[in-house]
Each structure stands twice: as C-alpha cells, then as structure tokens.
T-cell receptor, first 114, second 110 residues
C-alpha cells in the first residue's frame, strides 16, 4: 500500500461510546497530523506529531486523545463526544513538521455522533 | 480579520472555460503557497506549490502569487467536468503550520 490510509471510512457513535480512528502512512514522512473538517469551515488543525513526539495541540477538548506509537501510525481516541464533533477527520503526513512542502492526506473518517 | 479568505462559491462554469480561483491573506510573512484539490468523499490532494512571488505552471493549471497585494490565484485552462471539486488554498510562513482557506466549490458542467 502507498500513501496515507485511514480506517474506518465511516463511524457512527453514541455520546457515551469510546472509539478510535487509525491512520497509517507508507511514505517515510517524519510528521503526522490530525485535522477536523466541518462544512464551510477551514481545516482545523488538532494535533501534530514529529518523529512520534507531539509538537502542537491546538486547544482540543480532552475527549479527543491522540497516540503516535511510531512514525508510521497515528490514532485518535474518542470518548464522550458531542453532536458538534460530527465532521470529517483527516489524517495527513509530511516530510517536515511545518508542512511547507505540502501534506499527503488520507481519505478521512466521516464521524457522526448521535 | 481572518488569516486567509476564500470565497466558498459554488462557482459554476461551462466546460472549456478558464477558471480563476482566488485567496487573500493577511500576514505578510507568508512565503509558501499551496493549492489543494478535494473531490467529494476524499481527502485533499496537493495540486500546486509555490514559494514567494511569481507564476508556476503545470499543464492546464497556473498558480500565481502577488505578495504586494497578499493575493494568490489558481487558473485552470480548458476546464473539464473532472475538475469539479473543492479547491483549498493554504499559506505558510515556513516556521509554522500552514493556514487553510475555507475552499471554493467548482462545478464544471458539460
């Protein structure tokens, strides 16, 4: 496989559930990111990992918990979410933490919180 | 003032038209400029990348940066229905994470 792979593609969860999103990159990139994409809004950066170390956390609620066990894998653990958390969650990777040469995005996980 | 402004559209054009997509930004320190294309139910893909001012051409696509006006453009020549997508601009100062626009929805009808 090549590129950035995200699973699952779709997820429906209740507000009391716990679930995890998974991301895997096969590009040898050093940085990985979680973004939230809501309708008619710019991409919102959630977390940045560089060489498995978290370098940025954009005031994200604690109900979102990232994990980066190695430079190829990234998880987003979800618990007690709210309906307003329904969105497309995108994982991305890049050669450098600042992403100035561009990101490679996965296809995203469409999350619906009911 | 938002850091990056982008008209969400939709912009609807006939096949074969020249399309102009634009963004304005507020921070004069931005030096890196990117355009991403996002098809429905897919993640964004990097389309064009430019550094500093000037033009960059890649096939039917031309990216243009005017740093004096803080204005970036993406031109698509001979537009095709397959170009129908949302186009996102992104800008960066080099030492920090890119800032994205809201995206412009483009519809090219046959």
């Amino acid at each position: 496989e090549t590129g950035v792979t995200q699973t699952p593609r779709h997820l429906v969860m209740g507000m009391t559930n716990k679930k995890s999103l998974k991301c895997e990159q096969h590009l040898g990139h050093n940085a990985m990111y979680w973004y939230k994409q809501s309708a008619k809004k710019p991409l919102e950066l959630m977390f940045v990992y560089s060489l498995e170390e978290r370098v940025e956390n954009n005031s994200v609620p604690s109900r979102f918990s990232p994990e980066c066990p190695n430079s190829s894998h990234l998880f987003l653990h979800l618990h007690t979410l709210q309906p307003e958390d329904s969105a497309l969650y995108l994982c991305a990777s890049s050669q450098t933490p600042t992403g100035i040469y561009g990101y490679t995005f996965g296809s995203g996980t469409r999350l619906t919180v009911v | 003032q938002k850091e990056v402004e982008q008209d969400p559209g939709p912009l609807s054009v006939p096949e074969g038209a020249i399309v102009s997509l634009n963004c304005t930004y507020s921070n004069s320190a931005f030096q890196y400029f990117m355009w991403y294309r996002q098809y429905s139910r897919k993640g964004p893909e990097l389309l064009m990348y430019t550094y500093s001012s000037g033009n960059k051409e890649d096939g039917r696509f031309t990216a243009q940066v005017d740093k004096s006006s803080k204005y970036i453009s993406l031109f698509i020549r001979d537009s095709q229905p397959s170009d129908s997508a949302t186009y996102l601009c992104a800008v960066s100062g080099g030492s920090y994470i890119p800032t994205f626009g809201r995206g412009t929805s483009l519809i090219v009808h046959p």
